[in-house]
């Protein structure tokens, strides 16, 4: 084992360590239009990436203030590392811009529930771990 080899395997269980939220990453199946109740659901998740532990902080302090239609949203940015070990799909579909990550569990109770939206996504053969950026438009 090389010096990097062991430098990255110890890397990737420190990073791990820190993992102590529990999320899902897929991509969203079409809405679906409910005639009884006159919502639109969201409709079955297309693929499902990854469930499993994660970490998700915030990216930066700062939030950013736009409009959409009528209404005014707030996008704070995260990212979210999962382990590197992660293998894909078997289809071999890769995340992207507009997938979905749900934080299921968390032991900040605020972070629980919380959707968020991929931006990008970053691979690296030398990462610690599988990073994520994903917004929060809330």
Aim: net charge neutral; charged share 25%; glycine share 6%.
């Amino acid at each position: 084992m090389t010096a990097l080899d062991a430098a990255l395997v110890s890397g990737r269980r420190e990073a791990e360590a820190l993992m102590v939220d529990t999320i899902t990453l897929y991509r969203p199946g079409a809405d679906i239009f409910d005639r009884d109740t006159g919502q639109t659901i969201p409709g079955p998740p297309v693929v499902t990436f990854y469930t499993g532990k994660a970490r998700v902080k915030p990216a930066q302090l700062a939030v950013s203030e736009v409009q959409a239609g009528e209404q005014e949203l707030r996008l704070r940015q995260y990212r979210i590392t999962i382990p590197q070990s992660t293998p894909l799909p078997t289809s071999g579909e890769r995340p992207r811009p507009g997938d979905v990550v749900d934080v299921t569990a968390s032991p900040d109770a605020r972070l629980a529930g919380v959707r968020l939206w991929v931006q990008s996504v970053l691979e690296s053969a030398t990462a610690t771990a599988w990073r994520i950026i994903a917004e929060d438009r809330s």
